[in-house]
Structures are given as C-alpha cells and as structure tokens.
C-alpha cells in the first residue's frame, strides 16, 4: 500500500530531493509513528500524514504527524530548544519567564500560563498571559503601561465577562509541536512569513486534556492582562476567578489563535 506521507516544498528544500523522495517511497519512514503535535500513534500507510522539520543552529530533527494536526512544515527553533524538545524536557508554564514582546520594556516580561477554560458548556485550551511589569510602547520614555492597547491595534478585544468564545484573530497563531508549547506568533512584516511574539526559552509541557481540547478545536484562546491584573494562579478554578475579576474590571483583552500550521 503507498504511503501517504506529505513532504512539503520548504521540507523538501532543507533536506533535499534524495532524502525526500526516498521518504516518500518508504525507504527511510517509519510505518508507525507518535503524532509530534497530539503524542497520538499514527501510521503512514493508513492515513494522510505530514513531515515536519525541526532546524536548529546545529542540529535539524524530522518528525511525523497527523496530516489533520500539523501540514508538512519547516520549524525553526534555537538549538537549547531542539534539544530540549528531543530530551523531552518538561516545564510548568506558569513558572516560566519567556522571552519579552516586541517593544518590551527591557526588565518587563511576559509570564505564560496554559489551562482549561468551560465556555458555552465547553472547555477550550488557554494561554493566560500577563508581563511582570508595564510594557511601553515602543520609542516611548513615559511610565505608561500600553500593554492592552498595543494588542487592541493588533486585533484582540477588550473583554468585560467570559461567556462567548471569542473570534479568530487572523494571522496570528499558537505553536504546539512535539507535544509542547513553542511559541505565539504574529503576522510577519508586510505579509511575510509569521514570527515569534513569544517564544518559550525552553518548549512548556501542557497537560494531556489541554493537548487534546487544542487538537479539537484547532485553536487556542489567548487571554491577556496588564502587569497585577491576574497573578500566576495555581489552579484552573482560581484562574479561571482572576480571569472573571481582571475582566469586570476592564483588564482584559481576548482573542482565539488557531494552531500554527503556516
């Protein structure tokens, strides 16, 4: 039976036409596989399936997933993540410290928690997100925090009660690969390809209900607050309460990013 395995162009061109078509003749691909995206098995001559390439400085590391969980893609990462990702490194998300934003101000950055949140008598996956100090707008020397209305121009809403899921923010994403959290991206520059406007320092574990809520969905809902405005819970139910206090008191903005699969 032909495998029916997708190596996109982009894959194609890093690992070149050789490597590539002895993939697709099955010379070189696993019958089996774990889904780098949902951990769930997967085999190749039964349904549609997607190569997906992690480069870093160094080291490139070719994995396998559900054609319906992750398109055959390129993913650029640094090498400390590469190989933390390849060791299986587990890291709560709310006791990281991930890279600051674009226009950050230097001693500020953002703290990422992921958890469950029930909406219209569902849970969907949720990236909570609050910097540990107020964030300037770029070339800005005042002491004003431009955290909300920064993502407000970039698209999410202002959000005064948690009851509807929130619209799709177009262009921006959530990468989960390999079964962790890589990163948020936005919009490149005049259209160009997506870049980091988050990027964890190591790849975050996420619990197993939150992976499979994400993979249902195909999205992620973003919540985000100004530095004091949520506080880094430790469970979804106290979550889920600073969640509904930032928004009743105008301190939170929403937005639902689909799995990043460009």
């Given amino acids: 039976m032909p495998r029916m395995l997708d190596v996109g162009d982009d894959v194609r061109a890093e690992i070149g036409d050789e490597e590539a078509d002895r993939l697709l003749a099955g010379e070189s691909a696993p019958g089996t596989y774990d889904c780098t995206s949902c951990r769930t098995p997967g ?3 039964q349904e549609r399936t997607s190569t997906v390439l992690f480069v870093g400085e160094e080291t490139a590391v070719l994995a396998f997933a559900h054609a319906g969980c992750l398109p055959s893609q390129v993913v650029r990462v640094s090498e400390e993540q590469l190989q933390g990702a390849a060791r299986s490194i587990g890291a709560d998300a709310a006791q990281q410290q991930p890279e600051p934003p674009a226009g950050a101000a230097e001693q500020a950055v953002l703290g990422v928690t992921s958890g469950l949140v029930l909406l219209g008598g569902e849970l969907h996956p949720a990236l909570v997100v609050e910097p540990t100090g107020p964030i300037a707008r770029p070339g800005s020397t005042g002491p004003g925090d431009d955290f ?8 999410f809403m202002p959000l005064t009660e948690l009851s509807v899921v929130p619209s799709v923010l177009h262009g921006w994403s959530v990468l989960l690969a390999m ?6 991206l936005q919009p490149g520059a005049d259209g160009g390809r997506p870049v980091a406007w988050w990027q964890a320092h190591q790849p975050l574990q996420v619990t197993e ?3 499979t809520a994400a993979n249902k969905h195909q999205q992620v809902l973003m919540f ?6 949520i506080g880094r819970q430790p469970r979804e139910d106290l979550m889920r309460d600073a969640l509904d206090r930032a928004a009743a008191g105008g301190h939170l903005v929403t937005a639902a990013l689909p799995l990043a699969g460009t």
Avoid: K
Avoid at 224 to 229: E, K, L
């Fill in 43 to 45: 085999d190749c001559e």
């Fill in 148 to 155: 909300l209305p920064l993502l407000i121009e970039q698209g």
């Fill in 224 to 229: 985000a607050g100004p530095a004091g405005s």
């Fill in 179 to 184: 079964g962790q959290l890589h990163a948020v």
């Fill in 209 to 211: 209900g939150w992976r």
